[in-house]
């Protein structure tokens, strides 16, 4: 049984609450779809507004806009749904090896109800990352050849997995949050939010369908 960190344990919860429809036409306007129809598609890129990041104090549980901080913030989410893999790859503004810890989360849902959560999370000692999958249901360790990389000359996140780690779908949804630890805060940046997330649920992306063909 894995005990998620703060930042998973929040959006976990967040995401299991919200029932209602999650900024469809918003969504819609940042996203680019490869291929000519829905059916088609295999990748979507969703660009994110630099300095939308927020900042959360754990102590009392505040967070407020920090549109000066540039570490761990967003730019470019491109999330593909292979024939094999699925990947989600993370334009940042900036990546470094300093501070409490950073990374990422990746929330995965499936036409057929399957919920996963990935996280890849690097911190000083380890800044090459790890990352791991769980099942929302009961937050047990899901086995799966997850890879991961996390590149601080390009400033990019990527990580993938087999698509049977999620049974067999159709098609899949994203939510991803940026993150990095502080002392006593924690700043994030949800990554297909056009703007700073000062509590809602996190955006979810489109269908992403399986491609036809590795």
């Known amino acids: 049984m894995r005990t998620p960190t703060r930042i998973s344990n929040v959006f976990i919860k967040r995401s299991r609450q919200v029932t209602r429809p999650l900024l469809v036409a918003a969504l819609a306007a940042g996203v680019v779809v490869a291929g000519s129809s829905a059916a088609q598609a295999q990748t979507i890129t969703d660009t994110d507004t630099?300095?939308?990041?927020?900042?959360?104090?754990?102590?009392?549980?505040?967070?407020?806009?920090?549109?000066?901080?540039?570490?761990?913030?967003?730019?470019?989410?491109?999330?593909?749904?292979?024939?094999?893999?699925?990947?989600?790859?993370?334009?940042?503004?900036?990546?470094?090896?300093?501070?409490?810890?950073?990374?990422?989360?990746?929330?995965?849902?499936?036409?057929?109800?399957?919920?996963?959560?990935?996280e890849v999370s690097a911190d000083?000692?380890?800044?090459?990352?790890?990352?791991?999958?769980?099942?929302?249901?009961?937050?047990?360790?899901?086995?799966?050849?997850?890879?991961?990389s996390i590149d601080y000359t390009r400033n990019v996140i990527a990580v993938s997995f087999p698509r049977q780690c999620t049974s067999s779908p159709r098609w899949v949804k994203f939510r991803v949050l940026g993150f990095r630890a502080g002392e006593n805060v924690f700043y994030l940046d949800d990554a297909l939010r056009d703007g700073p997330n000062l509590g809602e649920n996190a955006a979810q992306s489109r269908r992403v369908y399986r491609a036809s063909s590795v």
């Open 50 to 118: 630099a300095g939308d990041m927020v900042k959360s104090d754990w102590e009392n549980d505040e967070t407020r806009p920090a549109p000066n901080q540039v570490r761990n913030d967003v730019l470019r989410t491109t999330m593909t749904h292979g024939a094999k893999r699925i990947s989600i790859r993370v334009k940042y503004a900036e990546l470094r090896r300093v501070g409490d810890g950073h990374g990422e989360y990746v929330q995965v849902v499936t036409n057929e109800g399957v919920r996963r959560g990935i």
């Open 124 to 148: 000083p000692g380890h800044w090459a990352g790890r990352a791991e999958m769980w099942r929302e249901r009961d937050e047990s360790e899901v086995r799966c050849a997850i890879r991961h």
